[in-house]
């Protein structure tokens, strides 16, 4: 009896101190249930037990009924499979929250706050979560703040920007670039990092140092406390109704400040840690710094990792984004030699210094871009990677030779040089930023990468890099690089980690005690440079700081959240083994994915993205998926996982591959996507597909009559009739039947025999006979080697032989084959078709739904065909469509000179006609295989050259996805939501290469959108 009640009493205020995991919490409960034996503890525990469970999960019931009064129920989010996918960040950390919210505005914030602090639950704000350390994750309730939170503000004579919390620092930079500005900090992962965590974790990157980061550089914030106040600094009667309605906040911030700046000791440790980067603890800096309190509640804002408040709105001061970049790569001798020139280059004009150790160059020597000389350094080798920036041309040669002159006394190993050759200068910089990849992308399977983020005073910087190698060197972390920023002496060390035993775990756990050790008591450095505390040095906050600074932190955190529930466990944490709890598990799943990361780098590229799933969201699911099957742990769980798997994994995807472009392990999902559709088609769907393959003509004609007979009914019914109609026949069929939209095209008409190969009417002109046709030789080379005749190959891809002109805007005009034929014969080309052109395909339509053995059959069949008509190579062939020409590219293994529609027409069908009247106003679409193969550039280009003004649409994937537009439109419409703002007044017409996409552009743009050719032919005529 004793034993249940003093243990009901433990519980209960164990349970009301959320520091704790609630998955720790109901993991001791299941072993304390089990150590009671006698049948009378276990009876009254059992009733205890679940009046706790109800306890706990009562409030979270109430939580979200009164918050749906207020917020949309569909962004209140329990679904398991969800609650994971977004519970994750790039950490080796994994809580899943109980309940995701994906606030949209700051009034939601206010009520999320006022509702749940009462009822003593725990909230984690969360932008990118491209953390690092464990500080953007819960098992309680996420705020998702990203979609809703983009607005910003350049003002004050550019001098400053104001931005919503959920922009990507890439982002801000690109409103700031046309000015010549930027903004202050620069971390590695600003293209997908979002100015909350940003600022939440005070992060800097290579140029930034501690002179440009948030700390420095924020002039303003404006934030939402505990209890739902805000304050916005930049108001005064915001501040003056804060003083008011809080003045203990005040006061207590007062007295704190007063207590730092009277202990002479404490003021100058702190003045003293802030030299160097120092994102361990709080921003103490403030209390040192300022003397005003809301100046000190804003800076001890920055870095506190969403611990303290919420931030709604940040103002940076702009900094210069100077115009002329160069950079060069200084080999030393020894790591001792490059650390005392980093001393040297301190005082020189520098903007950058990164240190490299010969074991990451060891890991870019192979690049095909890497000088030889890198290969035979010798072992002790050390670079540092110098940039050096100006405005002017002149005065950043005056730069280089200021550093030059610097180091001048120590040797280095190869004579140097500055380089603002984008070539070389992106390749050192490659070199660089790729290490952390490179050790993740060679990892063992199962393993995760780890980057460590320490920084020393800078004239121990050599004794402490060869320390730390030794360190890494005892506990056999063979794999680990050390990089770092010199300048800041700030280092990383990555190398990946086992974490699926304890003896692994051990491992881990030793390194990291000897670690604080050697940063803390040898060298007075910081555990955490730029990272943040999280979970990961929060048992070692104390450590570095000593007890009093500590105990300050601690008074911080209850100034500002008296109970503990604003991301607790994070930053201040009591427990000393927090950092080797709840570590996040990597099974093995699938080889296009098992090199994940987890950094979220790919987010931001993403149609899916927010209405679903992101590709780093979709491979943790696929990786939970494969963990609960390899351990048959929770067979209900996993059935439902895989259930929804359906929709958010596989349906939603439009397997496009745009993630791939922001990998830094080179992951494309939509390919992983693509081959799990593949393992999840029946045999009779392979079946019905390959006889879709082997009847090509025949479904394109089925298809052109139903278009318009389709098209027939909506001039008879109009629109409105036709899609009340077509509704109920989707709602009829459980969504088998797609839904019919105002924009589907007319039917195209079958190529014209008596067209085909007829091009010979045309005057010849040069031909190609001398071209030599590679894949990957550079399409521009082809004008050099003209003669006489000029043929082309043109392959009308199945799209187009069976989609005509829209219905809503041209239905009179020649559909896009006989259009193009015109146009190239107009350029003096002789059109030539592939024989047996109608049953002709490239494959993709059949790859993207995961039918990958018909689409290699129809890919195959069309290479051969196409190596017939082009004699072997001979003449060049053009795609109508940038998604097939991609999709043959990628699979063709013989050497055919195949063109994408925008690149033939910009270098070989423009320069040979004239514009004679250029369109006002248009819009552009590059769409995904565009991007991918680098074509926006050109698109842009020919568009110039045919209008005055070229909107170019910002988007990922238009969502339509080959056919996905009529199945799931979902995506489409998700995509294509802030479309029409884009669209300036005057603006009719939208051009792209892609007829499905355009369908989906037209809905969803109200402008006339079609394929690029249709503009070149009506400006040149
Ligand atoms: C490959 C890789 C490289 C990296 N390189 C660098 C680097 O060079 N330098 C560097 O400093 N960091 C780096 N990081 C770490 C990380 O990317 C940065 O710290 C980044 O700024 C975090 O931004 P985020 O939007 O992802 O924030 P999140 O991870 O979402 O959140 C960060 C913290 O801020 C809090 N937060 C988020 N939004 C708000 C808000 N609106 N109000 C209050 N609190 C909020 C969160 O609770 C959390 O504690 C890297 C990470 C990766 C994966
Ligand atoms: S797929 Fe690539 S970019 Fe995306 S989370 Fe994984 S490693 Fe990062
Ligand atoms: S293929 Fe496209 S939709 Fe699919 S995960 Fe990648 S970016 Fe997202």
């Not at 040192?288 to 940040?314: Q, Y």
């Not at 506990?475 to 010199?486: P, W």
């Not at 500590?550 to 950092?579: A, W």
Request: proline letters at 5%; hydrophobic letters at 35%.
């Amino acid at each position: 009896m004793f034993l249940t009640i003093s243990s009901e009493k433990v519980f209960k205020i164990w349970l009301s101190d959320p520091s704790d995991s609630e998955q720790t919490k109901q993991t001791a409960f299941h072993s304390f249930k089990k150590r009671i034996s006698s049948w009378r503890f276990q009876i009254k525990n059992i009733v205890f037990l679940q009046k706790l469970k109800f306890m706990l999960e009562a409030n979270y019931i109430q939580l979200i009924k009164i918050l749906s009064v207020t917020i949309d129920p569909k962004r209140i989010i329990t679904n398991p499979l969800q609650t994971l996918a977004y519970g994750t960040d790039a950490s080796f950390y994994r809580l899943i929250p109980k309940i995701v919210i994906l606030a949209r505005t700051e009034k939601e914030i206010v009520e999320i706050l006022r509702q749940a602090y009462p009822l003593q639950i725990p909230v984690t704000f969360r932008s990118a979560g491209t953390s690092l350390s464990g500080q953007a994750i819960t098992d309680s309730v996420l705020i998702v703040a990203t979609h809703g939170w983009k607005n910003y503000k350049i003002f004050d004579n550019n001098t400053r920007i104001s931005l919503d919390p959920g922009i990507i620092g890439a982002k801000a930079n690109a409103y700031l670039s046309p000015l010549g500005l930027k903004i202050g900090p620069d971390p590695a992962s600003i293209g997908a990092a979002m100015i909350g965590g940003i600022v939440g974790n005070n992060a800097s990157g290579m140029c930034c140092g501690t002179s440009q980061n948030s700390y420095k550089t924020i002039t303003d914030l404006r934030m939402v406390f505990f209890d739902g106040t805000i304050l916005d600094t930049t108001d005064p009667n915001s501040i003056a109704d804060f003083k008011k309605s809080h003045p203990e906040m005040i006061t207590a911030i007062e007295n704190l400040r007063d207590e730092i700046k009277s202990d002479q000791q404490l003021f100058q440790r702190i003045q003293h840690k802030f030299k160097i980067k120092n994102t361990t603890g709080y921003s103490l800096n403030a209390f040192v710094d300022f003397e005003d309190p809301i100046e000190i509640i804003k800076h001890l804002m920055v870095g506190s990792e969403g611990t303290l408040a919420f931030t709604s709105n940040v103002t940076f001061q702009t900094v210069i984004d100077e115009k002329y970049k160069s950079c060069t790569l200084m080999i030393f001798e020894t790591i001792k030699a490059a650390c005392d020139a980093t001393l040297l280059l301190k005082s020189s004009p520098v903007s950058a210094v990164e240190l490299l150790d010969r074991k990451s160059i060891k890991s870019v020597e192979n690049d095909p871009e890497a000088p030889d000389y890198l290969k035979t350094l010798p072992n002790t080798a050390c670079v540092l990677l110098v940039e050096c920036r100006e405005n002017d041309l002149e005065q950043i040669k005056i730069k280089q030779d200021a550093i030059r002159n610097c180091v001048d006394s120590i040797p280095t190993l190869t004579p140097y040089q500055f380089t603002m050759d984008p070539k070389q200068y992106s390749f050192n910089w490659k070199a660089r930023k790729g290490l952390l990849p490179t050790v993740g992308g060679l990892r063992k399977t199962g393993t995760t990468v780890i980057i460590e983020d320490v920084a020393f005073p800078l004239h121990r910087l050599a004794e402490a890099v060869v320390a730390l190698v030794k360190l890494f060197e005892k506990y056999e972390y063979h794999d680990a690089v050390l990089f770092g920023h010199a300048l800041e002496g700030n280092l990383h060390l990555v190398f990946s980690q086992d974490f699926s035993t304890p003896t692994e775990v051990q491992r881990y756990s030793n390194l990291m005690d000897d670690l604080v050790v050697l940063v803390v008591d040898r060298f007075d450095g910081s555990l955490k440079a730029e990272h943040g505390t999280g979970r990961n040095m929060s048992p070692f906050v104390e450590k570095e700081w000593g007890s009093k600074a500590y105990e300050m932190m601690k008074r911080i955190k209850k100034i500002f959240d008296p109970e503990n529930r604003i991301n607790p466990g994070v930053l201040i944490n009591p427990d000393p083994k927090s950092h080797l709890k709840n570590l996040k598990p990597m099974p093995k799943s699938n080889e296009w994915i098992d090199k994940c990361i987890e950094c979220g780098f790919c987010e931001p590229n993403c149609v899916s993205e927010g209405l679903t799933l992101s590709p780093r969201q979709r491979i943790v699911i696929a990786r939970e998926i494969s963990r609960l099957k390899a351990t048959n742990e929770d067979p209900e769980r996993l059935a439902q996982m895989l259930k929804d798997s359906t929709y958010m994994l596989d349906e939603t995807c439009a397997v496009d591959g745009l993630c791939a472009m922001a990998c830094p392990v080179n992951i494309d999902t939509g390919q992983f996507v693509k081959e799990w559709r593949s393992n999840h088609i029946s045999e009779s769907q392979k079946k019905i597909a390959s006889t879709l393959g082997n009847h090509i003509a025949e479904t394109t004609a089925t298809l052109r009559t139903t278009l318009n007979i389709v098209g027939g009914f909506q001039s008879v019914l109009g629109n409105s009739a036709m899609s009340k109609i077509s509704g109920g026949i989707t709602t009829i069929s459980g969504g088998a039947i797609p839904k019919w939209i105002p924009n589907l095209p007319k039917g195209s008409h079958k190529i014209k025999t008596a067209a085909i190969n007829s091009g010979d009417e045309t005057p010849i002109k040069k031909h190609f006979s001398s071209y030599e046709i590679k894949k990957g030789v550079p399409d521009n080379q082809i004008l050099n080697t003209f003669s006489e005749e000029l043929k082309v190959v043109y392959f009308p891809s199945c799209i187009n032989r069976s989609m005509g002109n829209s219905n809503l805007y041209d239905k009179e005009d020649p559909v896009l084959i006989d259009k193009t034929e015109e146009l190239l014969k107009r350029a003096g080309y002789t059109v030539i078709y592939p024989e047996d052109i109608d049953n002709l395909c490239c494959g993709m339509p059949f790859s993207s739904k995961g039918y990958t053995e018909t689409a290699d059959v129809k890919s195959n069949e069309l290479e051969a065909k196409l190596m017939t008509v082009s004699e072997n190579g001979k003449y060049p062939i053009l795609y109508d469509m940038s998604p097939c020409f991609k999709a043959s590219k990628d699979h063709f293994k013989r050497e055919l000179s195949i063109v994408d529609p925008i690149e033939f027409m910009l270098d070989h069908v423009m320069p040979r006609l004239k514009v004679k009247q250029k369109r006002e106003s248009i819009a552009i679409f590059p769409i995904c295989s565009a991007k991918k193969i680098g074509m926006t550039d050109k698109l842009m280009e020919i568009a110039k050259l045919c209008a005055n003004t070229v909107t170019l649409i910002e988007s990922t994937c238009c969502g339509f996805a080959g056919d996905r537009g009529f199945t799931v439109p979902e995506l489409n419409a998700y995509s294509q939501r802030d479309l029409k703002k884009q669209i300036p007044a005057g603006c009719y017409e939208g051009y792209s290469t892609s007829r499905t996409c355009e369908i989906g552009l037209e809905e969803h743009s109200g402008l006339n959108f079609k394929s690029i050719f249709y503009l070149i032919d009506e400006v040149t005529k």
